[in-house]
Nanobody, 126 residues
Framework: QVQLVESGGGLVQAGGSLRLSCAAS????????MGWFRQAPGKEREFVAA????????YDTDSVKGRFPISRDNAKNTVYLQMNRLKPEDTAVYYC???????????????????WGQGTQVTVSS
């Protein structure tokens, strides 16, 4: 049974940093791309960043470009999202997800991810 468990969310002031982690189990982690998505209140879930199997290819959305590097440690079955220079508009529930395949470049499309974590809340105060 595939499980993805996010951690590291919380309340932070604008300009601060958080590091989200997503621990995966029940799968061969090193054969799947991984992604992060977020959903703010009243809005649709949106893509944040994704990473290929080897970690050599990453892809992030324009709103977080240069601020939210994604990385992974295949030995620990964990993917990370380092969130820097946070803004109030980054407030959302953040989800990690496993992609159906090792897309190159990594996918930003929801339907190409088939397992999702329960989410972790990130709140950025102004």
């Amino acid at each position: 049974q595939v499980q993805l468990v996010e951690s590291g969310g919380g309340l932070v002031q604008a300009g601060g940093s958080l590091r989200l982690s997503c621990a995966a189990s029940g799968l061969t982690f090193s054969t799947h791309g991984m992604g992060w998505f977020r959903q703010a209140p009243g809005k649709e879930r949106e893509f944040v960043a994704a990473i290929s199997v080897s970690g050599g290819t990453t892809y992030d959305t324009d709103s977080v470009k240069g601020r939210f590097p994604i990385s992974r440690d295949n030995a620990k079955n964990t993917v990370y999202l380092q969130m820097n220079r946070l803004k109030p508009e980054d407030t959302a529930v953040y989800y990690c997800a496993k992609s159906r395949a090792n897309y190159i470049p990594p996918s930003r499309r929801n339907y190409e991810y088939n397992y999702w974590g329960q989410g972790t809340q990130v709140t950025v105060s102004s």
